[in-house]
């Protein structure tokens, strides 16, 4: 590389200096193989470069070269991945005589201007030696705000030609369409079509007002919100989509007919109430009937042994699975369920048979435990009439609808949660379904902090206030605490919310800590409390990384890292770790990132009991957002690996978290490797082996539901939501 530049040259052009640095972390390899394949530097150059870079991260590849060169060598070398810095040399340029023309840039005005004896600019008429700072600031702002008004002023006469054009658009085409109806001969039909839709408008007020609306502005259509179906968000009609609602009104006589009488027939003009899923939790289901989940269970054994999968009955009989015949169940098993699941018109009855369009019972779906089936794979043909007949008990179904609740009201689906929950609390006993009781009831409280975090009810301080109040009236202080600490952490993403909020919710937290008693409970719920409160630090770290408040980001972070240092125990340190290597990727310190998964991950790695190691893996997939990282991949292949050879409920426990973290992290193939091996596991009693049927069918689901919920994909995940609705209302 070049010799460094002794002392100011002479040059009637600026001249720079070209350094290159290699960044943390990056590997010379990899800088290499993008030099070569996509910033395209000859291969001798590349030799050099990487001979010189292996003996300094730092180089010089360009001395006293001009703006030209120095942008071409910036654009080359940054697409191999390399940091590139230019800075200016100092040169000489050789004096012009007589180039001094006697002007003065003023510097209120920027404009060249010959000084007077007062030296006022005759340009501006300001004295240029009163100019002060706080002169040039307002002088800057009241440019800012008169760029503003006329950008604004540009923007209404833009939007006021855009209408003009529409409405004249509009007359053209009412205008053609008229000359053309001339000519086909229906032009006499026009008058009785204006009466049909002034008549069927009419109706539509009507049935609105018996039923109970009138004619406020909450009672029209386009007076309130309405829940999009399509994504959950809240949207609410603008004055422009006011006057498009006018005019399809009256522009569609056919769909306002047809709205009048649908209405006049026991309908409803409120879009939520049409949701399938709001009318299932109500109990008033309409359409074709909806697979239940034991429905889908026992489809999964029933078909799968149409091809000679006995791999259910062996579980729950005790028997070991095996060879090629278990492979072949395992996949016969999946195709079972989706098979069922795309066709929810079919149902299996009791003794295992598939029939079309049946109207099978929820409830106590048996399960033949004897002998094998025959039959082909176009039909499957039941067989043992002596087995036991195993459902899915009720507090499992409202653990799982509490969880469905809470994904519902995460990605922003308030209306169908603050439903679902309803109709499930209403059919709950907490004396005799305590557990189920009080997932509902914490999935209840958290889908109000989600509503309050979209600012969706009421003024977020008093309604938040509400919610602390409900909390606090629970008698469990493990469950106060927890709580609080959750819903904290809800309210505090996306910055919507006053940082002070969250912080009254951690406070009530930690005072609730001390009245936790118990075996093992005051450790559990002060490591639970600490990683709430680093989700509440990270939140507010993001929002202000996303504000350029850098400063306090960096002191939020900071406060992460105080909590891992005071972690109880390892359960509670891993999370944090995977918290903070979360904010830390967010603010561009990939090195320090990289250190907290490796830590976090090691911690997985020294807990012998599979189970646990499995649940801890899928909680740093989750906490860290990096399901595709590398060693943690292969952390959980490894695991995989040891849990081959095992047998019995953990094995198939921990396959399940292993299946769940790969549906979560959006890799549905890995997911559906883990869910067979789950599903073939030998020696599982009736229950365990419906228990974890149940989790792989439903949670699965939801996990999935909300990476392409993310991703954008609404119509592919509405329709896992419905699947799962279909499952458990």
Same mark, same amino acid.
């Given at each position: 590389?070049?010799?460094?530049?002794?002392?100011?040259?002479?040059?009637?052009?600026?001249?720079?200096?070209?350094?290159?640095?290699?960044?943390?972390?990056?590997?010379?390899?990899?800088?290499?193989?993008?030099?070569?394949?996509?910033?395209?530097?000859?291969?001798?150059?590349?030799?050099?470069?990487?001979?010189?870079?292996?003996?300094?991260?730092?180089?010089?590849?360009? @001395?006293?070269?001009?703006?030209?060169?120095?942008?071409? +060598?910036?654009?080359?070398?940054?697409?191999?991945?390399?940091?590139?810095?230019?800075?200016?040399?100092?040169?000489?340029?050789? #004096?012009? #005589?007589?180039?001094?023309?006697?002007?003065?840039?003023?510097?209120?005005?920027?404009?060249?201007?010959v000084l007077p004896e007062n030296r006022q600019c005759p340009?501006?008429?300001?004295?240029?030696?009163?100019?002060?700072?706080?002169?040039?600031?307002?002088?800057?702002?009241?440019?800012?705000? /008169?760029?503003?008004?006329?950008y604004q002023q540009a923007k209404s006469v833009k939007d006021?030609?855009?209408?003009?054009?529409?409405?004249?658009?509009?007359?053209? /085409?009412?205008?053609?369409?008229?000359?053309?109806?001339?000519?086909?001969?229906?032009?006499?039909?026009?008058?009785?079509?204006?009466?049909?839709?002034?008549?069927?408008?009419?109706?539509?007020?009507?049935?609105?007002?018996?039923?109970?609306?009138?004619?406020?502005?909450?009672?029209?259509?386009?007076?309130?919100?309405?829940?999009?179906?399509?994504?959950? *968000?809240?949207?609410?009609?603008?004055?422009?989509?006011?006057?498009?609602?006018?005019?399809?009104?009256?522009?569609?006589?056919?769909?306002?007919?047809?709205?009048?009488?649908?209405?006049?027939?026991?309908?409803?003009?409120?879009?939520?109430?049409?949701?399938?899923?709001?009318?299932? !939790?109500?109990?008033?289901?309409?359409?074709?009937?909806?697979?239940?989940?034991?429905?889908?269970?026992?489809?999964?054994?029933?078909?799968?042994?149409?091809?000679?999968?006995?791999?259910?009955?062996?579980?729950?009989?005790?028997?070991? #699975?095996?060879?090629? !015949?278990?492979?072949?169940?395992?996949?016969?098993?999946?195709?079972? =369920?989706?098979?069922?699941?795309?066709?929810?018109?079919?149902?299996?009855?009791?003794?295992?048979?598939?029939?079309?369009?049946?109207?099978?019972?929820?409830?106590?779906?048996?399960?033949?435990?004897?002998?094998?089936?025959?039959?082909?794979?176009?039909?499957?043909?039941?067989?043992?009439?002596?087995?036991?007949?195993?459902?899915?008990?009720?507090?499992?179904?409202?653990?799982?609808?509490?969880?469905?609740?809470?994904?519902?009201?995460?990605?922003?689906?308030?209306?169908?949660? /603050?439903?679902?929950?309803?109709?499930?609390?209403?059919?709950?006993?907490?004396?005799?379904?305590?557990?189920?009781?009080?997932?509902? %009831?914490?999935?209840?409280?958290?889908?109000?902090?989600?509503?309050?975090?979209?600012?969706?009810?009421?003024?977020? %301080?008093?309604?938040?206030?509400?919610?602390?109040?409900?909390?606090?009236?629970?008698?469990?202080?493990?469950? %106060?605490?927890?709580?609080?600490?959750? #819903?904290?952490?809800?309210?505090?993403?996306?910055?919507? =919310?006053?940082?002070?909020?969250?912080?009254?919710?951690?406070?009530?937290?930690?005072?609730?800590?001390?009245?936790?008693?118990?075996?093992?409970?005051?450790?559990?719920?002060?490591?639970?409390?600490?990683?709430?409160?680093?989700?509440?630090?990270?939140?507010?770290?993001?929002?202000?990384?996303?504000?350029?408040?850098?400063?306090?980001?960096?002191?939020?972070? +900071?406060?992460?890292?105080?909590?891992?240092?005071?972690?109880? $125990?390892?359960?509670?340190?891993?999370?944090?770790?995977? =918290? $903070?290597?979360?904010?830390?990727?967010?603010?561009?310190?990939?090195?320090?990132?990289?250190?907290?998964?490796?830590?976090?991950?090691?911690?997985?790695?020294?807990?012998?009991?599979?189970?646990?190691? @499995?649940?801890?893996?899928?909680?740093?997939?989750?906490?860290?957002?990096?399901?595709?990282?590398?060693?943690?991949?292969?952390?959980?292949?490894?695991?995989?690996? *040891?849990?081959?050879?095992?047998?019995?409920? $953990?094995?198939? /426990?921990?396959?399940?978290?292993?299946?769940?973290?790969?549906?979560?992290?959006?890799?549905?193939?890995?997911?559906? *490797?883990?869910?067979?091996?789950?599903?073939?596991?030998?020696?599982?009693?009736?229950?365990?082996?419906?228990?974890?049927?149940?989790?792989?069918?439903? %949670?699965? $689901?939801?996990?999935?539901?909300?990476?392409? *919920?993310?991703?954008?994909?609404?119509?592919? +995940?509405?329709?896992?939501?419905?699947?799962?609705?279909?499952?458990?209302?």
């Amino acid at each position: 590389m070049s010799e460094p530049t002794a002392g100011a040259i002479e040059s009637d052009t600026p001249l720079f200096d070209v350094v290159i640095n290699v960044p943390p972390g990056a590997q010379l390899e990899e800088i290499e193989r993008l030099a070569r394949d996509v910033a395209g530097i000859a291969a001798d150059k590349v030799d050099r470069l990487i001979h010189v870079l292996r003996s300094s991260p730092q180089a010089k590849i360009g @001395a006293g070269v001009t703006r030209e060169k120095a942008d071409v +060598a910036r654009e080359q070398f940054s697409k191999a991945g390399l940091l590139v810095t230019i800075t200016p040399l100092l040169t000489i340029q050789t #004096v012009m #005589v007589g180039s001094y023309d006697g002007t003065y840039s003023c510097p209120a005005c920027q404009k060249r201007v010959v000084l007077p004896e007062n030296r006022q600019c005759p340009a501006c008429g300001i004295f240029v030696d009163k100019v002060t700072d706080e002169f040039l600031l307002r002088r800057k702002m009241m440019e800012q705000e /008169r760029g503003r008004i006329e950008y604004q002023q540009a923007k209404s006469v833009k939007d006021s030609d855009k209408r003009s054009r529409e409405m004249m658009e509009a007359a053209m /085409r009412a205008q053609v369409r008229e000359e053309v109806e001339k000519e086909y001969g229906i032009k006499g039909k026009k008058g009785l079509s204006g009466m049909v839709k002034a008549v069927g408008v009419l109706a539509l007020l009507m049935v609105a007002f018996v039923g109970g609306k009138g004619l406020s502005p909450d009672g029209l259509p386009w007076g309130k919100s309405a829940s999009s179906k399509d994504n959950g *968000q809240p949207k609410v009609m603008s004055a422009d989509s006011l006057e498009k609602t006018a005019q399809a009104t009256g522009a569609d006589a056919d769909s306002a007919t047809g709205a009048s009488s649908g209405a006049a027939a026991g309908g409803t003009v409120d879009p939520d109430l049409d949701d399938p899923l709001i009318q299932a !939790a109500a109990g008033k289901q309409t359409g074709g009937k909806q697979l239940t989940l034991e429905q889908a269970l026992a489809a999964s054994k029933t078909l799968a042994k149409s091809v000679g999968n006995t791999t259910a009955d062996r579980a729950m009989a005790g028997g070991a #699975v095996g060879g090629k !015949a278990g492979n072949a169940a395992s996949q016969a098993a999946n195709d079972a =369920i989706d098979s069922a699941i795309d066709n929810p018109a079919s149902s299996v009855d009791s003794g295992g048979r598939t029939t079309a369009g049946g109207n099978t019972a929820s409830n106590g779906i048996s399960f033949a435990g004897g002998g094998a089936a025959s039959g082909s794979a176009g039909s499957a043909t039941a067989a043992g009439a002596g087995g036991s007949s195993v459902a899915v008990p009720k507090q499992t179904k409202q653990v799982l609808t509490a969880e469905f609740a809470k994904v519902l009201a995460e990605i922003g689906q308030s209306a169908r949660a /603050r439903e679902v929950l309803k109709a499930a609390l209403a059919a709950s006993n907490a004396a005799s379904e305590p557990e189920g009781a009080a997932a509902l %009831r914490n999935a209840d409280i958290k889908a109000r902090a989600w509503a309050i975090q979209r600012r969706e009810i009421g003024p977020a %301080r008093v309604v938040s206030d509400e919610l602390k109040a409900k909390i606090m009236a629970l008698d469990n202080a493990a469950e %106060r605490s927890q709580l609080l600490g959750s #819903v904290a952490a809800i309210l505090s993403q996306g910055g919507q =919310i006053a940082p002070a909020i969250p912080r009254d919710f951690l406070s009530l937290a930690a005072d609730a800590l001390k009245s936790v008693t118990g075996p093992g409970q005051p450790n559990a719920a002060l490591g639970d409390l600490a990683v709430s409160m680093a989700e509440v630090f990270a939140n507010e770290a993001s929002a202000r990384i996303k504000a350029g408040m850098w400063s306090k980001a960096q002191a939020s972070a +900071a406060q992460i890292e105080g909590l891992i240092k005071q972690a109880p $125990d390892a359960w509670s340190q891993l999370r944090l770790y995977a =918290i $903070d290597h979360q904010i830390k990727q967010q603010m561009g310190q990939s090195d320090k990132a990289r250190k907290s998964l490796d830590a976090a991950l090691a911690e997985v790695g020294k807990n012998g009991n599979l189970l646990q190691r @499995a649940a801890w893996l899928r909680s740093v997939a989750q906490l860290s957002d990096n399901a595709a990282d590398e060693q943690l991949q292969a952390l959980a292949i490894s695991l995989q690996a *040891q849990l081959e050879p095992q047998s019995g409920a $953990d094995k198939a /426990r921990a396959l399940t978290q292993l299946a769940l973290l790969y549906a979560a992290g959006g890799l549905p193939s890995k997911a559906d *490797q883990s869910r067979r091996m789950a599903q073939s596991t030998a020696a599982l009693s009736p229950a365990d082996s419906t228990a974890i049927n149940t989790d792989l069918i439903v %949670r699965s $689901d939801l996990a999935m539901a909300k990476v392409l *919920q993310g991703l954008g994909r609404y119509a592919e +995940a509405e329709s896992l939501l419905q699947r799962v609705g279909g499952y458990l209302l």
